[in-house]
Every structure is written in structure tokens, then in C-alpha cells.
């Protein structure tokens, strides 16, 4: 019997993923736009719907702290932050991946000050790009449930071994009613194996983890976490595949969106893809080739699949929901130059930031980029789209 | 890209997952060559106080017992900060340089 899909708020369907997930701890701190999140596991675990440890601790990095050690002694642990939480967890956030911890971590995206907001962009998760979680961007409520289901097992994977942060956007997402399909538990616990592992913190079987590292080792473990970052990428589509099988959602590392004769495309991550599909629509029905690739895979980055997603185009107009200060260019961007620099008949690249501190992103913004994108003009390959000066 | 004579201790195919070692390692792990100077006990004014045994941030110094009365400084991990001289209510610690 196929499962219909219900009418819950995306930040309570995540927090009912992770109670699907069985996991055993949960240490947060509220933070808007997240908030919902963590309240509703702290529901799940006083009404003993979800048999967990939930710590309330007193700031983002304990709540962090908290959850590398709980996950160091083989527990599956969550959390949720955003925007001045993931800062303050920061100092622990590069400590996770080393430490081979695969903690699920929801990021409810938000605006990083100053000047302070509470709204909508990608400059929190921006600030811990470099750290070693595998980073995923979820575009709506079903699969924000579903990629936190799919977070643990890649997390957890004997391969795999990392954190994982999953990417939902403040508000535009994280607060939106949509039907969703909430599988059933038999199903997850069929599809998610118990988080066995040998590296954990065991009385009977004793180890040191968290330990200094002189000039003489310190590049070769970094070289080693980020050896595993990558070849996760294998594991996670492994994974998208077994979940389809499961579920029978498909899930790539990027995604395409009338892309087969697309002469431009634009480049988006998170739920603003939505918006872009619809003013693809309407362009294509004024005649223009437009079309949309969408990352979900952030880290590690899908270098091949990026480039075979792109190889067509003659124009990619790549978006970006962060600012990156003293250099004209977001990350993204950033990203897709230096993957296609070099390379024969490479696209031209065209990069727009936008969407900053919750600034509404609309289909007349694509319709704008799209016609700049046009002009051949490399002094205007960078611009904050809807700036007013 | 690999130097002919390496400047790493293992290769990154070597490194422990999760760079863990096994418990207690450090105890193998001296670290008391990187002292400048070393903590010399005057045991005919030491009255046995325990200050140096309290305050060494680094927990080298052991008890020797009422018999002996006296606490001494384990060298393999004394570090020779002189917080112990420092602390001595009797200045019968002295911090000798490490001459090489």
C-alpha cells in the first residue's frame, strides 16, 4: 500500500525523519529560523515517541562538542543550527570530520551578521565550506526528509565514516506546509543498518582520538580526511540508488532541468531551484533555450558531474546566495571557474549573487540574469543582481 | 608530491582512521626535552609541603613518602616551567639551565 503524503511543516518532517532514524542523541541549542526543529524532537523524546539522549545545552558549541562525543562512543547523533549558531559551533566543526565522527547536522540557512537577520541565504553553511562535512542542499520538504533519512546512512556508511550537513532554507523552506510522504518506520529501519563501527570510544577496547599532531604528521591526516571526503562521493550514489529502490525517489548528485538543447543555464543550489524551473518555463515559452542544473551534492564537489551536466552549454549563469568579500565572485562560482578553467569549449561563466538576508528571489530576477548573460562583456561576469546604488 | 627524504612519520595511506592512537600513549611520549631549564630540590630546607606536587601544571612530580619526605620531579615530562620554584613557600627549588 503506498503511503499518501501529509500536510506538516518541513523543519517538523525533518525532525520526524530523525525520530524514523532511531537516534539515540540529540544536543541543540534554538536558534531561528531551526528552532522548530530541535523543539519538535524535544517533544518527540518527553512524549517517549523517540527513546534518545536530548541534551539542552547552553550554546552552539557545546551542542557540538556535545555531539562529537556522543558520536565518537557510537551513538547516531543530530543536531540543528543556523546562521551565529553554526559560528559558534565552528572551532568543533573542523574537529568532526578528522575525527571521523558522522554527526547529522540540519542547517536551517540564514543571513550571518552584520548587520543582524534572522532570513534566508547560504553565508552560514559558506563559512564552514572548507572544514570536511559532506554537504547536501535540499530544494523541498520531501526531500529535506528524505535527505536526512539518506544523511545517516552515507554518514555512517564503514566507508564513509564523516558528518554530514544537510541544507534547508531558513524560512523559505524550513517553515513552508507541504505534503510530504512520511515513510514507514519498517521500511527505514530496512533501508538505515544500526551505526556499528570499531572506531568509537569502547571501556573494553581502549583508544585516544582528538590527539596533537606535530609538523611531521599533521598534512598527512588532513590529506587522509579529505582522500575519505572524496571518495564519499561514490558512497552517496550508492546510497541515492538504494534509497530509489526503497522509496522509489530518484535522487542525483546534480540535477537537470531542460537542459538537452539549453544554450544558457542557470546554476542553483537550494529551494530558489523551484522558482528558476518556473521562469525556465516561461522563457522557454518566449523561445529562449534556457535551462537549469542544480547542485545537491555540495561537498564533495561533483566535478564530473557538474561538467557533463554543463558540457552543452554555451552560457552558464551561476548563482549564488553568498557574498564573498574582497573578490569579485560567490563561492559557487568560484567553484565552477576553476572546475571549467582550461578546459576545451568551455562555457562562458556568468556569476549573480542574490537572495541575500531573505531578499525575495523572483522569476523576474532569473529573466534578468538570463538576459545579462548574454552580453559578452567579462567586466560584467560578476554582479549582485537587484542592488540598489 | 614526495620529497626524496621524507619530513612526515607516516604515509597517509598508514594514518590511523579518525587519527587515533592507542590509550594512554603518552606516556611514552617524552616531552622533557623541550625544557630550557630543570627544577634542582635543596632536600635540607624542603619541608615537605606538597606545593610543588599541587601546582606543577604537568603532574611530574611524585611523592616519595613519609619515610623520604620529599616529592621528585619526573624529568622525562617536566617541562621546566618553574611554576614549582616559584611556588616553593621555602625557595628550595632552584631552575638550573639545561646546558647541552
Same mark, same amino acid.
Given at each position: 500500500?503506498?503511503?499518501?503524503?501529509?500536510?506538516?511543516?518541513?523543519?517538523?518532517?525533518?525532525?520526524?525523519?530523525?525520530?524514523?532514524?532511531?537516534?539515540?542523541?540529540?544536543?541543540?541549542?534554538?536558534?531561528?529560523?531551526?528552532?522548530?526543529?530541535?523543539?519538535?524532537?524535544?517533544?518527540?523524546?518527553?512524549?517517549?515517541?523517540?527513546?534518545?539522549?536530548?541534551?539542552?545545552?547552553?550554546?552552539?558549541?557545546?551542542?557540538?562538542?556535545?555531539?562529537?562525543?556522543?558520536?565518537?562512543?557510537?551513538?547516531?547523533?543530530?543536531?540543528?543550527?543556523?546562521?551565529?549558531?553554526?559560528?559558534?559551533?565552528?572551532?568543533?566543526?573542523?574537529?568532526?570530520?578528522?575525527?571521523?565522527?558522522?554527526?547529522?547536522?540540519?542547517?536551517?540557512?540564514?543571513?550571518?551578521?552584520?548587520?543582524?537577520?534572522?532570513?534566508?541565504?547560504?553565508?552560514?553553511?559558506?563559512?564552514?565550506?572548507?572544514?570536511?562535512?559532506?554537504?547536501?542542499?535540499?530544494?523541498?520538504?520531501?526531500?529535506?526528509?528524505?535527505?536526512?533519512?539518506?544523511?545517516?546512512?552515507?554518514?555512517?556508511?564503514?566507508?564513509?565514516?564523516?558528518?554530514?550537513?544537510?541544507?534547508?532554507?531558513?524560512?523559505?523552506?524550513?517553515?513552508?506546509?507541504?505534503?510530504?510522504?512520511?515513510?514507514?518506520?519498517?521500511?527505514?529501519?530496512?533501508?538505515?543498518?544500526?551505526?556499528?563501527?570499531?572506531?568509537?570510544?569502547?571501556?573494553?577496547?581502549?583508544?585516544?582520538?582528538?590527539?596533537?599532531?606535530?609538523?611531521?604528521?599533521?598534512?598527512?591526516?588532513?590529506?587522509?580526511?579529505?582522500?575519505?571526503?572524496?571518495?564519499?562521493?561514490?558512497?552517496?550514489?550508492?546510497?541515492?540508488?538504494?534509497?530509489?529502490?526503497?522509496?522509489?525517489?530518484?535522487?542525483?548528485?546534480?540535477?537537470?532541468?531542460?537542459?538537452?538543447?539549453?544554450?544558457?543555464?542557470?546554476?542553483?543550489?537550494?529551494?530558489?531551484?523551484?522558482?528558476?524551473?518556473?521562469?525556465?518555463?516561461?522563457?522557454?515559452?518566449?523561445?529562449?533555450?534556457?535551462?537549469?542544473?542544480?547542485?545537491?551534492?555540495?561537498?564533495?564537489?561533483?566535478?564530473?558531474?557538474?561538467?557533463?551536466?554543463?558540457?552543452?552549454?554555451?552560457?552558464?549563469?551561476?548563482?549564488?546566495?553568498?557574498?564573498?568579500?574582497?573578490?569579485?565572485?560567490?563561492?559557487?562560482?568560484?567553484?565552477?571557474?576553476?572546475?571549467?578553467?582550461?578546459?576545451?569549449?568551455?562555457?562562458?561563466?556568468?556569476?549573480?549573487?542574490?537572495?541575500?538576508?531573505?531578499?525575495?528571489?523572483?522569476?523576474?530576477?532569473?529573466?534578468?540574469?538570463?538576459?545579462?548573460?548574454?552580453?559578452?562583456?567579462?567586466?560584467?561576469?560578476?554582479?549582485?543582481?537587484?542592488?540598489?546604488? | 608530491?614526495?620529497?626524496?627524504?621524507?619530513?612526515?612519520?607516516?604515509?597517509?595511506?598508514?594514518?590511523?582512521?579518525?587519527?587515533?592512537?592507542?590509550?594512554?600513549?603518552?606516556?611514552?611520549?617524552?616531552?622533557?626535552?623541550?625544557?630550557?631549564?630543570?627544577?634542582?630540590? *635543596?632536600?635540607?630546607? &624542603?619541608?615537605? !609541603? $606538597?606545593? #610543588?606536587?599541587?601546582? @606543577? =601544571?604537568?603532574?611530574?612530580?611524585?611523592?616519595?613518602?613519609?619515610?623520604?619526605?620529599?616529592?621528585?620531579? *619526573?624529568?622525562?615530562? &617536566?617541562?621546566? !616551567? $618553574?611554576? #614549582?620554584?616559584?611556588? @616553593? =613557600?621555602?625557595?628550595?627549588?632552584?631552575?638550573?639551565?639545561?646546558?647541552?
Amino acid at each position: 500500500m503506498a503511503v499518501k503524503p501529509i500536510g506538516i511543516e518541513v523543519s517538523l518532517a525533518v525532525a520526524e525523519a530523525v525520530k524514523l532514524c532511531d537516534t539515540d542523541v540529540v544536543a541543540a541549542y534554538p536558534i531561528t529560523p531551526q528552532t522548530h526543529i530541535v523543539e519538535h524532537l524535544s517533544e518527540l523524546v518527553a512524549d517517549g515517541e523517540l527513546n534518545a539522549a536530548y541534551i539542552p545545552v547552553e550554546s552552539e558549541h557545546s551542542a557540538m562538542s556535545s555531539c562529537i562525543g556522543s558520536s565518537a562512543a557510537g551513538a547516531r547523533t543530530f543536531t540543528a543550527t543556523s546562521s551565529q549558531g553554526l559560528a559558534l559551533m565552528n572551532e568543533m566543526i573542523y574537529i568532526a570530520p578528522v575525527l571521523r565522527t558522522p554527526i547529522v547536522l540540519a542547517v536551517a540557512n540564514r543571513a550571518l551578521s552584520a548587520p543582524i537577520n534572522i532570513w534566508n541565504d547560504h553565508s552560514d553553511i559558506m563559512s564552514v565550506r572548507d572544514a570536511g562535512w559532506i554537504a547536501v542542499f535540499a530544494e523541498n520538504g520531501q526531500e529535506a526528509l528524505d535527505l536526512t533519512i539518506m544523511s545517516f546512512r552515507i554518514g555512517e556508511h564503514p566507508a564513509v565514516r564523516l558528518p554530514v550537513s544537510l541544507n534547508i532554507d531558513g524560512f523559505t523552506l524550513s517553515h513552508f506546509i507541504e505534503p510530504i510522504i512520511i515513510p514507514e518506520k519498517e521500511k527505514v529501519t530496512a533501508f538505515l543498518p544500526p551505526n556499528v563501527t570499531d572506531l568509537k570510544l569502547d571501556i573494553a577496547k581502549p583508544i585516544s582520538i582528538g590527539l596533537l599532531a606535530n609538523p611531521e604528521t599533521y598534512t598527512e591526516i588532513r590529506k587522509a580526511t579529505d582522500d575519505i571526503l572524496l571518495a564519499s562521493k561514490d558512497t552517496i550514489v550508492e546510497v541515492f540508488a538504494e534509497f530509489k529502490k526503497a522509496f522509489g525517489r530518484e535522487y542525483n548528485l546534480v540535477e537537470t532541468y531542460r537542459t538537452e538543447d539549453a544554450e544558457i543555464i542557470l546554476l542553483t543550489m537550494g529551494s530558489i531551484s523551484e522558482t528558476a524551473m518556473t521562469a525556465v518555463d516561461e522563457m522557454r515559452e518566449a523561445g529562449e533555450k534556457v535551462g537549469v542544473v542544480r547542485i545537491r551534492l555540495w561537498r564533495p564537489f561533483p566535478v564530473a558531474e557538474l561538467k557533463a551536466a554543463l558540457a552543452k552549454a554555451k552560457t552558464v549563469a551561476v548563482i549564488d546566495r553568498h557574498m564573498v568579500m574582497g573578490v569579485p565572485n560567490g563561492p559557487v562560482g568560484l567553484e565552477v571557474k576553476s572546475l571549467l578553467y582550461g578546459a576545451p569549449n568551455a562555457p562562458k561563466v556568468f556569476n549573480y549573487v542574490l537572495g541575500l538576508g531573505g531578499r525575495d528571489v523572483k522569476r523576474s530576477d532569473f529573466k534578468t540574469i538570463v538576459a545579462r548573460s548574454k552580453s559578452n562583456d567579462v567586466q560584467k561576469s560578476f554582479e549582485i543582481v537587484g542592488v540598489y546604488e | 608530491m614526495m620529497a626524496d627524504k621524507p619530513d612526515a612519520l607516516l604515509k597517509v595511506k598508514d594514518m590511523p582512521a579518525g587519527f587515533q592512537a592507542k590509550a594512554g600513549s603518552t606516556v611514552e611520549f617524552k616531552t622533557g626535552d623541550w625544557r630550557s631549564s630543570r627544577p634542582v630540590l *635543596d632536600r635540607e630546607k &624542603c619541608i615537605y !609541603c $606538597g606545593f #610543588c606536587y599541587i601546582y @606543577c =601544571p604537568d603532574g611530574v612530580y611524585q611523592d616519595q613518602g613519609p619515610e623520604e619526605k620529599w616529592y621528585k620531579a *619526573d624529568l622525562d615530562f &617536566c617541562k621546566g !616551567c $618553574g611554576v #614549582c620554584a616559584n611556588e @616553593c =613557600p621555602k625557595k628550595c627549588i632552584e631552575m638550573v639551565l639545561e646546558e647541552v
